[in-house]
């Protein structure tokens, strides 16, 4: 069973975000990959952006990128066909699967389960990344009897693509992924949901804020419906606790109570520090810079020109832009130093560069 990565026939089973963006990626580092999908005119797209155009190899690795809900049945149907080969899934739970597949200890012992935790909220393989896993956490998960090199191929595809190899069993998988996950998924879905019977002039004043915390209500709904429901079990828990904080909040406010209402929002400030920062690190305490720009094509070209010139990096952006106006507001994250160097620099060539400051609001 040992293969040499390198040297393996890899074929991804399911061509949407994840399985292409696994090809793409896969394939600008001169593995052999080959992408296959239920759907006809799916399949072509992914194959098309990967340059696949010969009839593949018998495959050495299989990396299983279906719903969840077809990944059991799909790895034991390919395990009769080949009975060489090894799989790799990339499904957003694991208890469930690995219940099933570990029924065979043939198969689970050529079995190691994953989930990159990487993403966009928009579907579909032109949605592909080749670069999506970069500086992401890539879970790993062996089925009990596992092989070593079964554990290190996997550990190997996830290096490869960038990622950053964690292992969790399953069952820990699951419940962390439905607090920092499914949980978020819940949230901008409610909230978009909530908005229904805003009229579309209204929304279009929406700042920043909206845009941020509704974006991954743009998901697509049969993937997260699915997941939401195989993690109901967990997820319950979660939404209770997001449901009295939505009560106190609004009890506080019907009571005029202003000490209990601050008491919720500093808690969730505190809370919110404690998330990691740029590519799973420890989260840095950035300082702002408001730059007010015109609404012309290269504005911002010429700001990271500037940023090259003093050295400055730019941790994050923030863009808005309000309509009918000539001109937006670009924020940048950076270090303090930073933040008060590059502001130099930009007012001193004639930049609407307003003084750093430590929160952006």
């Not at 899934?89 to 219940?99: E, F, N, P």
């Not at 393989?125 to 009897?145: E, H, K, M, N, S």
């Not at 990622?163 to 879905?189: C, F, N, R, W, Y």
């Not at 939401?228 to 449901?243: C, F, G, P, Q, T």
Request: hydrophobic share 45%.
């Amino acid at each position: 069973m040992e293969i040499e990565l390198k040297k393996a026939n890899i074929r991804i089973i399911g061509a949407g975000l994840i399985g292409t963006s696994i090809a793409l990626g896969l394939k600008t580092r001169s593995f052999a990959v080959s992408i296959e999908d239920e759907q006809p005119d799916v399949e072509k797209i992914a194959q098309n952006l990967i340059g696949q155009s010969d009839i593949p190899p018998k495959p050495d690795l299989i990396i299983v990128a279906t719903p969840i809900g077809a990944i059991a049945a799909t790895i034991k149907a390919l395990a009769i066909t080949y009975p060489n080969a090894t799989f790799i899934d990339i499904g957003g739970l694991k208890s469930d699967v690995l219940l099933e597949i570990e029924r065979f200890p043939d198969i689970a012992r050529r079995f190691c389960s994953t989930h990159p935790m990487a993403g966009r909220e928009i579907a579909g393989p032109l949605a592909a990344r080749g670069d999506l896993f970069q500086g992401r956490i890539w879970i790993y998960t062996p089925a009990v009897g596992c092989a070593e090199v079964v554990i290190e191929q996997a550990l190997a595809v996830i290096t490869e693509l960038g990622g950053i190899a964690v292992e969790l069993d399953g069952k820990t998988h699951d419940q962390v992924i439905a607090a920092i996950s499914h949980l978020p998924q819940i949230v901008s879905s409610l909230l978009s949901y909530s908005l229904d019977e805003l009229p579309e002039e209204h929304l279009k004043l929406a700042g920043q804020g909206l845009k941020d915390v509704s974006r991954l209500a743009a998901s697509n709904p049969d993937l997260w419906a699915e997941l939401l429901h195989a993690n109901r079990a967990v997820l319950v828990a979660y939404i209770d606790k997001l449901s009295k904080g939505l009560n106190d909040l609004s009890t506080s406010l019907a009571n005029d109570d202003l000490r209990k209402t601050h008491e919720i929002l500093s808690v969730a400030r505190e809370n919110h520090r404690r998330i990691p920062g740029k590519h799973g690190g420890k989260k840095r305490d950035y300082w702002y810079l408001p730059i007010v720009i015109d609404d012309k094509p290269g504005q911002l070209a010429l700001i990271f020109d500037a940023c090259a010139e003093v050295s400055a990096n730019v941790e994050d952006l923030v863009i808005e832009h309000t309509p009918g106006q000539e001109s937006g507001l670009v924020t940048l994250a950076l270090s303090r130093d930073d933040a008060f160097r590059l502001h130099e620099q930009l007012s001193s060539n004639g930049w609407k560069a307003h003084l750093p400051r430590e929160s952006i609001g």
